[in-house]
């Protein structure tokens, strides 16, 4: 099945800095007047009030140098702030219902140009999550006169070139303005906007469409927004997933081939009939394996009782799962918490189809009324989600597929803060359909993590 190094990446060497210089940071406005307005921001779009940030890679182009990328990508930001008038607004909040919502000011979004001393070649393996990366996407010390004390932006760009003549382009947003289908979308436009081409879809920026029912109506328990019980005498470590403390973790990624998943698949079908092998995904393969082993490695690390409960959330994009659907080009967050609930007893004795399907009933649940419903549950409780951990899919969204003038990325990934209870995948870099694991836990943790992850696969 493949030997220990195949599966697991040890850290190679990295430059941990490097050797960024901003050259010059400015804020772009829309290239033609905008209208003033307030836009309205859902429960969903509520409770994400943080910045996501990703690097795109792109190797040398004869045709465009660095400085011309950055041109050329400045003047296409004021062009595309006009349909995403609110990416050059701010964040306020309303007077009369104390929630949040985006200022459509024409503020501006930072841009920045920067250099690097490296070669693209010399930062090693861009599918290693370096810490490095966070300084080609640089959200604060900006130049001293840019941004009065308070002004918070919702989206800053950085092009930064490196030696070879390679460069990168950072995005930092506020979650609260995308999800990571709706950046993608962000994205195709953005490319076709600096190839002189039309916008490729026109953006949905109507975020009442996911506004809660009047009165509220909450027809379903959601335990995915409650906090888990915990055996008697045990305290809960269970913060909101969302919670950004930082702590003390080892970090390691865990690489699937095609084959691995084809052998999980065939693992899963193994008992049961072919009717019922529709939820048999390489998603719910590779996130059954991973819900076993972060549950039982915690539970061997800490000495827990087998009757602990482990729930896994993951997000569910519900466009298409409201009725009528929402378009596929709506803007704002429309992914929900699905949950997979069972004790660690169960994950470690039941057939490995059982924990495949469990994964699948979370997004089985996510009928309209449902969404619906958990919508309606953050206008009443105000609430996060809460599981023991989230799995956070980059797997598929598609990123590095962005065709620009410039050619498509040789690589793109977020800007990774490690998180014991958010567990990432994303794609590998020749995007073959494997995927890559991001797994951050402590360090004794991550021992039983590995032994128990290759001693599924062997």
């Known amino acids: ?14 430059p941990q800095d490097l050797k960024v210089t901003i050259q010059h940071s400015s804020l772009v406005f829309p290239s033609q007047e905008t209208e003033k307005k307030s836009l309205f921001l859902s429960n969903i779009d509520q409770v994400l009030n943080f910045s996501v940030e990703t690097v795109h890679f792109f190797e040398s182009h004869k045709d465009f140098p660095p400085h011309v990328v950055a041109e050329k990508f400045r003047n296409t930001l004021a062009k595309i702030l006009v349909p995403y008038d609110f990416l050059a607004g701010r964040l306020k909040a309303n007077a009369k219902t104390g929630k949040m919502e985006i200022d459509c000011n024409a503020a501006g979004a930072v841009f920045i140009v920067a250099s690097s001393e490296y070669k693209l070649d010399d930062i090693g393996d861009l599918v290693y999550p370096n810490p490095g990366f966070k ?5 604060s010390s900006f130049d001293d006169n840019l941004l009065e004390q308070d002004d918070k932006p919702l989206c800053i760009f950085q092009v930064t070139s490196f030696k070879c003549g390679g460069f990168s382009i950072g995005t930092s947003t506020n979650h609260a303005t995308f999800d990571g289908l709706s950046f993608k979308v962000f994205l195709d436009n953005l490319a076709a906007l600096a190839a002189d081409k039309p916008l490729a879809i026109i953006p949905c920026n109507d975020r009442r469409l996911l506004a809660a029912r009047s009165p509220p109506r909450v027809t379903f328990d959601h335990p995915e927004m409650l906090k888990l019980k915990m055996p008697f005498g045990e305290e809960s470590n269970n913060a909101p997933i969302f919670d950004i403390t930082q702590e003390d973790l080892d970090f390691k ?24 092998s529709r939820y048999i995904t390489g998603f719910n393969v590779v996130s059954a394996l991973i819900w076993r082993c972060k549950a039982l490695s915690y539970d061997h690390a800490k000495g827990k009782t087998p009757e602990r409960e482990s729930r896994m959330l993951y997000a569910v994009d519900i466009r298409p799962r409201l009725n009528p659907p929402l378009p596929a080009s709506y803007v704002g967050n429309a992914v929900l918490s699905a949950y997979a609930n069972a004790k660690c007893e169960e994950l470690k004795e039941k057939p490995f189809s059982r924990l495949v399907e469990m994964v699948s ?8 009324e449902y969404a619906r419903s958990a919508i309606d549950w953050g206008e009443t409780y105000k609430g996060f989600p809460h599981g023991e951990f989230l799995v956070s899919s980059w797997w598929k969204l598609g990123f590095s597929k962005v065709e620009y003038p410039w050619g498509k990325p040789k690589y793109s990934c977020p800007v990774v803060y490690h998180k014991k209870d958010i567990i990432l995948l994303f794609p590998t870099i020749d995007n073959d359909n494997g995927v890559n694991v991001l797994v951050s836990l402590p360090s004794k943790e991550m021992v039983e993590f590995e032994s128990l992850f290759n001693k599924f696969l062997a």
Not at 2 to 10: I, K, P, R, T, V
Not at 361 to 368: F, H, I, V, Y
Request: hydrophobic share 35%; glycine share 4%; charged share 30%.
């Open 135 to 139: 300084q080609l996407i640089i959200n």
């Open 253 to 276: 990624i865990f690489r699937l081939t095609p084959d691995d998943i084809a052998n999980l698949k065939e693992k899963a079908k193994a008992t049961v009939d072919n009717e019922n």
């Open 361 to 368: 009933e979370g997004a089985k649940r996510m009928s309209d």
């Open 1 to 14: 099945m493949g030997s220990l190094d195949h599966h697991h990446q040890e850290s190679p060497p990295l």
